[in-house]
């Protein structure tokens, strides 16, 4: 058990870490949860889970992300659930929580809803090229171009430019 503090009411409990990784830990009653967010939380369960998880990952309570957020000082600054919503607003069918900037924090003006594409291209790992002062996702490159991603990366493992790895048609060599 680990003892933590209420985010709503500072009344310490104490919390299994498996809630703490699950992002359940930020209330010491559901009674708690329910009163301090205004009933939200059972009104809109699936924008709560994105909060929580969210809320965790800037905390540092989930291992497998936390070089991604916690130890790269990104910060969740929303101060309730009520905070958030009144910022994000119901979650649209098939979106994702994204961060504008990626290597800004969770804050009001810094999320928004967005497609699981998208989002991906936002990650700190993605691949971007530039090419004639245009600067695009390598997947953009792909779809705009008709050659897959992988086979630009091929190109360029293989010694190709950048330049004929994204102009030369599919079954073109140099």
């Known amino acids: 058990m680990t003892i933590l503090s209420c985010c709503a009411c500072g009344v310490e409990f104490d919390c299994k870490p498996s809630r703490i990784k699950q992002g359940k830990g930020k209330f010491c ?9 205004g009933g939200l939380t059972l009104k809109y369960p699936k924008e709560y889970g994105v909060y929580s998880t969210a809320f965790a990952r ?30 994000m607003g119901p979650r649209p069918e098939g979106l994702q929580l994204d961060r504008i900037d990626n290597d800004g924090h969770y804050e009001a003006g810094n999320v928004h809803w967005t497609t699981p594409l998208d989002n991906s291209r936002n990650r700190e790992c993605s691949v971007w090229h530039e090419l004639d002062g245009v600067n695009r996702h390598l997947v953009e490159w792909g779809e705009l171009l008709g050659v897959t991603p992988e086979a630009i990366t091929r190109r360029m493992r293989q010694g190709w430019s950048l330049r ?11």
Do not use: H, V, W
Request: with cysteine; hydrophobic share 30%; net charge positive.
């Open 29 to 37: 009653s559901r009674a708690c949860r329910t009163a301090n967010s």
């Open 58 to 87: 800037c905390k540092g309570t989930q291992k497998s992300k936390k070089a991604r957020y916690y130890e790269r000082g990104i910060e969740f600054r929303f101060n309730s659930f009520a905070d958030f919503m009144a910022e």
């Open 164 to 174: 004929d790895a994204l102009t030369i048609p599919k079954y073109g060599r140099p």
